[in-house]
């Protein structure tokens, strides 16, 4: 069973007239284990691949190879081991259905550290040019 709930105070509510439907089919006075998970922000997610493309044209790197590199440096990665003892890491996936916002935000924080590790472009540098990216152009308004 899943449903839509928003917290307030210390008391999670159904979110619309479906999820009521499904939390009045839990248990009243009965321990149930709830799972937490927020819903993935779109724009923080292209916001990712605007970091990668503004990194890869900085550096004259393709935009996959800085999404493994970052995704690897950054720790979200697995391990294959192969029957030769050699070890190769894999970056694992940023999917909407296997991250929540919460843990999205998390690497995301992670990530422009990772940036200013590896390419020593500072977070406040950063984040000019996203919002410098991101910010309607006047002239084409006007």
Aim: cysteine-free; charged content about 30%; glycine content about 4%.
């Amino acid at each position: 069973m899943e449903f839509f709930a928003k917290r307030i105070g210390d008391t999670l509510w159904a979110a619309d007239d479906v999820s009521q439907v499904e939390l009045a089919r839990v248990p009243q006075d009965k321990l149930v284990h709830v799972e937490i998970r927020q819903e993935r922000n779109g724009a923080m997610h292209r916001l990712y691949f605007v970091l990668v493309g503004i990194v890869a044209r900085a550096f004259d790197e393709q935009p996959d190879d800085v999404d493994y590199k970052l995704r690897i440096a950054a720790g979200h990665y697995t391990e294959v081991r192969f029957p030769d003892g050699a070890v190769e890491k894999r970056p694992m996936t940023i999917r909407w259905a296997k991250m929540d916002q919460v843990a999205f935000g998390a690497f995301f924080e992670n990530i422009v550290r990772v940036v200013y590790r590896l390419y020593g472009i500072l977070p406040e540098d950063a984040q000019r040019e996203l919002d410098a990216i991101l910010a309607p152009d006047a002239e084409r308004v006007a």
